[in-house]
């Protein structure tokens, strides 16, 4: 369908509570009972609304399926989700090839509604299912000599017709601080609005760290290494000076062909409304003490 734009994120666009469960348990989430941190409760406490299926689903970037936008709804049906395994090593007490099936047996999933921002300055509001990154690298055991944590995507030529031009270097991989990976607000998603996460959103999971630019939140995970060194990542390997390691949400940092000082809301129209950029995305009471004293134009 037609990429449309919607004025509707501003401070004042806030979904009455009642709304809100409602719509939380029309969805089934709220229903099945399931644990919900306190973090994830002051996150969400800031009730926003959610950006249309539709739009979340038919206006991508996963670039293993081609680089246009709409590549990635018309060409991932090709990639096989099941089985799924995802290899867990390096400095871990417990590395293995993890089978999605045994891994969702462990992980308590919740609902996280979270702003999205990718660096091309169109943003969204998703409803994601999934648990926090730090469940499972807890069921792993993370050795202590660990201080980052380095993440690849599938690469198979054979059902991802985007891998045959070498647009980046394949496999799309992608890393975090080791506190950036344990911090609360860290999901791996596995759905949206309750359902299963579809092919182009990065099935059967992906990485989800709202505070920092999309291109982060690597989809359709198969190794997640810990390590004691920083590793390389996709986007900065192919321009450093565009994008750094960190990719913090920052309106002070211009990338140096978008400027970031607004974003605009997918769904919102032709004539979107340009948002002001929020440090960090709107969390930066949650992880601004993850930087202290970092200068964040020269770690960007
Ligand atoms: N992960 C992989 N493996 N390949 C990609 O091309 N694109 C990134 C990120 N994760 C990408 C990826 C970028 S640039 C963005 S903005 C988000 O996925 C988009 O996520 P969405 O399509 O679910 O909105």
Redesign the pocket.
């Known amino acids: 369908m037609a990429h449309r734009w919607k004025n509707d994120l501003s401070e004042n666009d806030v979904t009455p509570e009642h709304v809100f469960l409602t719509r939380r348990s029309l969805i089934g989430v709220a229903a099945a009972g399931l644990a919900l941190s306190g973090l994830g409760q002051k996150a969400r406490a800031e009730t926003l609304e959610p950006t249309d299926w539709d739009d ?1 689903t038919s ?6 399926f081609g680089t246009g936008k709409k590549d ?1 709804a018309k060409y991932a049906h090709m990639l096989t989700t099941e089985p799924w395994s995802v290899t867990i090593d390096g400095m871990v007490e417990r590395p293995g090839k993890y089978a999605f099936e045994d891994i969702m047996k462990k992980m308590a999933v919740e609902e996280r509604i979270y702003r ?1 921002r ?3 300055r169109w943003a ?1 509001v ?1 409803p994601w299912n999934g648990f926090e990154l730090a469940d499972l690298l807890e069921m792993a055991g993370v050795q202590s000599s660990a201080k980052y944590v380095a993440f690849e ?1 599938a690469l198979r030529p054979d059902e991802m017709p985007g891998v045959a031009r070498p647009v ?1 270097e394949w ?2 991989v ?1 890393g975090l601080r080791l506190d950036e990976a344990m911090h609360p607000l860290t999901l791996v998603a596995t759905g949206i609005y309750g359902k299963d996460i579809p092919n ?3 099935a059967p999971l ?1 990485l989800v760290v709202p505070w920092k ?8 995970i198969v190794r997640i290494t810990l390590t004691d060194s920083q590793p390389p990542t ?2 900065n390997k192919y321009a450093p000076n565009e994008y750094g390691f960190y990719s913090n949400v920052n309106p002070n940092r211009s990338h140096p062909r978008w400027s970031q000082e607004y974003e605009q809301l997918l769904g919102s129209g032709l004539f979107a409304e340009k948002i002001p950029t929020r440090m960090f995305n709107g969390y930066e009471e949650e992880v601004a003490g993850l930087y202290e004293g970092m200068d964040l134009i020269k770690y960007h």
Request: charged share 20%; glycine share 6%.
């Open positions: 979340i206006y991508n970037n996963f670039y293993e990635p999205f990718c660096v091309e969204m998703v995507t980046i496999p799309y992608e182009q959103n990065g992906r630019y999309g291109y982060k939140s690597i989809k359709s996709a986007w």
